[in-house]
């Protein structure tokens, strides 16, 4: 079974600066797509990128971009010049075909004024 | 991105009555849906999945008998809690999907608040 580990429950980072949220999972599939997904105190799930496993290049969506190691199943998320509104619960996510998403189990990112 | 609507956003009910969640989607056919569940600074779990025309699928543990969906048509989903009881009390998310999309990435409703007295 396919899953998804985000092992930092916590994270901070000074506003402007830069934060990498890790999370690494675990398939036997070759195709497949990740995501981020960020739910702030209004509890809205939204889709911050989104990456397919058979394209190379790293996606990036304006601050944020992802740091994608097939062979070593990892799909880190960066953001840079953090900002007051990046506060949230970010979750990252798996899929394979039709299946379900499958996530991981969040972290919660503080910006520091 | 497409919408996603739920309905309502907050209830509260009495212990032993059922209350019905809405979830449609605005502007694609979902052909799947997915009802999740979420405690207080938890992920999200996922409670069924729903294909249109057809039975949900539950995840293993969740009663299909007191947590009711119905995937009527390709725009609507509804999670119906029947003989609600406290330990219900929790947020429910629905998610759809456009499996006609190549990214086939889950759009999210706003989530519902349930809290039974």
């Known amino acids: 079974a396919q899953t998804v580990t985000q092992s930092q429950p916590e994270m901070s980072v000074q506003e402007a600066e830069t934060v990498t949220l890790s999370c690494t999972y675990d398939?036997?599939?070759?195709?497949?797509?990740l995501f981020w997904y960020k739910q702030p105190p209004s509890r809205q799930m939204i889709l911050v990128i989104r990456?397919?496993?058979?394209?190379?290049q790293n996606a990036t969506e304006n601050r944020f971009s992802v740091n994608f190691q097939k062979a070593a199943k990892s799909f880190s998320l960066k953001i840079s010049d953090s900002q007051l509104g990046d506060a949230a619960m970010y979750f990252c996510?798996?899929?394979?075909?039709?299946?379900?998403?499958?996530f991981g189990t969040g972290t919660r990112l503080t910006i520091i004024p | 991105g497409a919408v996603v609507s739920q309905h309502p956003s907050r209830v509260i009910c009495k212990s032993g009555t059922s209350v019905k969640i809405e979830c449609r989607s605005l502007?694609?056919?979902?052909?799947?849906m997915f009802w999740y569940r979420q405690f207080p600074k938890k992920s999200l779990m996922l409670m069924a999945t729903?294909?249109?025309?057809?039975?949900?699928?539950?995840e293993q543990g969740v009663e299909k008998d007191k947590f009711l969906i119905n995937h009527a048509s390709l725009t609507l989903s509804t999670l119906t809690v029947t003989s609600a009881h406290p330990e219900d009390s929790s947020f429910y998310i629905c998610?759809?999907?456009?499996?006609?999309?190549?990214?086939?990435?889950?759009?999210f409703g706003q989530g519902t608040r349930l809290t039974v007295v």
């Open positions: 398939t036997s599939e070759s195709d497949y797509y």
């Open positions: 996510a798996y899929n394979f075909g039709n299946e379900k998403l499958t």
């Open positions: 998610s759809a999907r456009d499996l006609g999309t190549l990214t086939k990435e889950a759009f």
């Open positions: 502007d694609f056919q979902a052909t799947t």
């Open positions: 729903s294909n249109e025309g057809s039975k949900a699928t539950y």
């Open positions: 990456q397919e496993a058979y394209k190379q």
